[in-house]
């Protein structure tokens, strides 16, 4: 399927949006990501993720309005630091979509938001994870050994953070963030 991907839109999610996103998670790099397995379990999601009192989750949309991705700052705390997530659909992996994405949403976080520090994690067999961590200016702090566990296997992750004071590249296409 073919996307719009000259401009992005960060916005909430919509119920209208859980066949795609039911979806999106039939993709095996996708299975460990919020549980969601039929159209059933995405509106459930949906409806989790719509108003958070810690967090903000946003569909990464395409040109035509069509959810290609997820980015995230959830687990806000009181010292005003946020732990961001992400994810693009298989089609549009390795073409920017979630680097700059990242780099709309740190953007909006730190400025908008007034979070001063935003923090992820990666499993250390995910590298096109580290780079979008990376190309959207998040510093690497280290591994995490053993950090998380999928079925039954625990894997090691490397922790990443920006701040607010750290140098922030534009995403290199136009991304709208609809908070």
């Known amino acids: 399927m073919g996307y719009a991907l ?34 059933a379990s995405a509106v459930d999601w949906i409806g989790r993720v719509a108003d958070l009192d810690n967090g903000h ?12 991705g997820c980015v995230a700052v959830t687990n806000i705390d009181r010292h005003r630091v946020g732990w961001t997530w992400y994810w693009t ?37 995910n590298p096109a994870s580290c780079a979008v961590a990376a190309g959207a200016g998040f510093l690497s702090e280290g591994i995490e050994r053993q950090r998380l566990a999928f079925d039954g296997t625990r894997y090691d992750v490397e922790r ?20």
């Not at 989750?57 to 290609?68: E, F, L, T």
């Not at 990443?160 to 963030?177: E, F, G, I, M, S």
């Open 6 to 39: 000259g401009e992005l839109g960060l916005r909430r999610w919509r119920t209208g949006d859980a066949l795609r996103l039911a979806a999106a998670h039939d993709d095996p790099a996708m299975v460990s990501q919020g549980g969601i397995v039929d159209r």
């Open 57 to 68: 989750v946003y569909a990464v949309a395409d040109a035509d309005d069509h959810p290609i």
């Open 160 to 179: 990443h953070a920006r701040l607010v004071t750290d140098p922030l590249t534009p995403p290199q296409r136009p991304v709208t963030v609809r908070a």
């Open 89 to 125: 659909l298989a089609d549009v992996r390795g073409q920017g979509v979630a680097r700059d994405a990242l780099r709309a949403l740190a953007d909006w976080a730190h400025h908008d938001a007034g979070l001063y520090r935003l923090e992820l994690g990666h499993r250390l067999n």
